[in-house]
């Protein structure tokens, strides 16, 4: 059975059309939800080329795995949760981008090096987590952790500044870590 636009399918008999492989109905669905799947990851991620590539890639996936739907399932919730799942990898990929090249920066290198508007905001704010997220931290992870990440020192060498063991300067590090990850995510 083929679907034509002239007669509107509910979504279980779209779903149902589309596991046969009929574009019809996958056209009937992607008509009916890509707007409002767009202007949903429009807004989370502000960007309109993204978001256009981001819903596309869905509906995409959508057919590719077009066996696997269940007609008795929400399609629209499907979607989304699809649309949830790709908006958080990208916002966990920029995170660790972030963390990656945040030691290697300071205020001073952002403005120099011509930064967007964008890139000095999204600096700023990460900055300003970490800042928070460092003040929380006992106060000898703290300096183990500056001393580490600001000073560029090495573990042995904080170890002997501080009079402590190389391996309890590492446990700080790690557990400073830990809880950078947590304040952050």
């Known amino acids: 059975m083929k679907f034509t636009f002239g007669r509107q399918q509910n979504d279980s008999e779209l779903i149902s059309?589309?596991?046969?492989?009929?574009v019809g109905a996958y056209e009937q669905l992607f008509v009916r939800y890509y707007p409002t799947l767009l202007h949903f990851i429009r807004g989370m991620l502000k960007d309109d080329h993204m978001s256009e590539d981001i819903a596309q890639n869905i509906f995409m996936k959508l057919w590719i795995h077009r066996e696997k739907l269940d007609s008795t399932q929400s399609v629209k919730n499907y979607l989304f949760v699809l649309a949830k799942h790709e908006i958080y990898n990208i916002f966990k990929a920029k995170r660790t981008?972030?963390?990656?090249?945040?030691p290697q920066l300071s205020d001073r290198d952002v403005a120099d090096r011509g930064a967007s508007a964008e890139e000095q905001y999204n600096y700023m704010e990460l900055n300003a987590l970490l800042m928070q997220g460092i003040s929380k931290m006992p106060p000898q992870r703290q300096l183990i952790f500056r001393m580490s990440r600001y000073e560029h020192l090495s573990n042995r060498e904080i170890a002997e500044r501080l009079?402590?063991?190389?391996r309890t300067v590492d446990k700080h590090i790690e557990l400073a870590l830990k809880d950078l990850h947590s304040t952050l995510c």
């Open 17 to 22: 059309a589309i596991i046969r492989g009929d």
């Open 97 to 102: 981008t972030m963390l990656s090249l945040l």
């Open 163 to 166: 009079g402590l063991s190389v």
